[in-house]
């Protein structure tokens, strides 16, 4: 942990612990070793727009590569206040792994933008993407980088990202992002997929732990991309949706939430409080309410040694990344809480952010159906291959998945050498 330098943030600490933990259960290779635990590239830039008053800021941006020994990188940008170049790096390793794991031909990469996007108009947002995409223009493309959406952007980002892209190379290049817009070759699917994915995991443990669904409560913090798309799958799927939060406060029902109603209050009104037919909670409440399913699916470090003790849920299941840190994660498994790993439970966004780079290279687009079908048989078939090696191994859930897809990738490495 000597070699944090400019990455030292506690979230690359945990991502690195987490990694370095993995390494000592696969014996790996302390030259590999090496090589795993610092990105392969970091691009910090400024990012100066002019605001809507006539004065310029600089924000700072980011654009972190991990790995790319089995292909092209991929991973989302976040817009958020807290963005710093360790968080991304963090968030770049998992994505490694995760992409390793689900067995797709990508390396792992994170952008950022340190900013409020809540507080920019759609001018300012739009100038701002644009500046940052081209400041990160000679790092990114088809074959090379591919963002995504992650925290504070979404599919118009996207589609400002792809035009801003196209442009400077003369000519319509929809595979340079994915979470695009469905008319610009965007997929089917790819909006709720990670939601989606998070609750294909939480299916095939409730079967494991031999748990009803349509007797399972579920607690989800955050409610946007993923918390939404999760809450409406779990209903979906029979089970009621006791408790939602946003960044500005949560709501509660034990009877279960009207979810798509309070998901219409939130995209009316910005926010879940105020709701008025549900009782209000606080975030940090909501964590610690006895539930079937606790999804937490907005920031890192939410579940920690404070409030482990008290999570009251069977299977805790990680939409968000880094959402547990270290000291809870011992906790959690000796309670006996059933935790999917984050690099297991939401890469269903990954998965079908792949498949939409597939259609656009091939110009030929999948149906929906196609879309859930090969979602849910990478995912599953992902699922049981790392429960069965915890079970084997005597190793948690999240172990048995992070050594799952460094083996991958520290295979690629021992096959291709070390150049030059
Ligand atoms: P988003 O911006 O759409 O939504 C984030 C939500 O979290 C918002 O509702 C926000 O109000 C809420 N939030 C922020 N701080 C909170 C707090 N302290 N308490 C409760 N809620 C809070 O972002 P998203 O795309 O849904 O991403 C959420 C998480 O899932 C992130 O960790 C992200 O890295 C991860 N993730 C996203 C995707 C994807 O496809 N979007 C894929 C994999 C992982």
Known sequence: ????????????????????????????????????????????????????????????????????????????????????????????????????????????????????????????????????????????????????????????????????????????????????????????????????????????AASILSIRMDQATAAIQGCGNVGSNAARMLVAAGAKVIALSDSQGGLYDPKGLEVEDVLKYKHETGKLPGYRKAEPISGAELLTLPCTVLVPSALSEQVTEKNAARISCRILA????GPTTLEADDILRERGVFVIPDILANAGGVIVSYFEWVQDLQKYFWSETE?????????????HRVYRLAQERKISMRMAALITGIEKIAQAHRLRGLYP
């Open 1 to 204: 942990m000597d070699q944090l330098g400019e990455f030292d943030q506690p979230i690359y600490r945990l991502a690195l612990h987490q990694f370095e933990q993995a390494a000592e259960v696969l014996g790996l290779d302390p030259n590999l070793r090496e090589r795993f635990k610092t990105p392969e590239r970091a691009l910090v830039v400024s990012v100066p727009i002019r605001m809507d008053n006539g004065q310029v800021r600089v924000f700072q941006g980011y654009r972190v590569r991990h790995d790319s020994s089995l292909g092209p990188s991929k991973g989302g940008v976040r817009y958020h206040p807290g963005v710093n170049l360790g968080e991304v790096a963090a968030l770049a390793m998992w994505m490694s792994w995760k992409c390793a794991l689900a067995g797709l031909p990508y390396g792992g990469a994170k952008g950022g933008v340190r900013c409020e996007p809540k507080s920019l108009s759609r001018g300012e947002l739009q100038r701002l993407t644009r500046r940052y995409t081209a400041e990160i223009s000679s790092v990114i493309g088809p074959e090379e980088d591919i963002p995504a959406p992650d925290v504070g952007t979404n599919e118009q980002i996207m589609a400002w990202m792809m035009d801003t892209y196209s442009m400077q190379k003369g000519y319509a290049i929809p595979g340079v992002v994915t979470g695009k817009p469905i008319s610009i070759g965007g997929s089917l699917g790819r909006s709720e997929a990670t939601g989606r994915g998070v609750v294909t995991n939480v299916l095939e």
């Open 371 to 383: 879309i859930h079908q090969r979602l849910t048989e990478i995912l599953s078939g992902a699922f």
């Open 318 to 321: 990680e939409g968000a990344n």
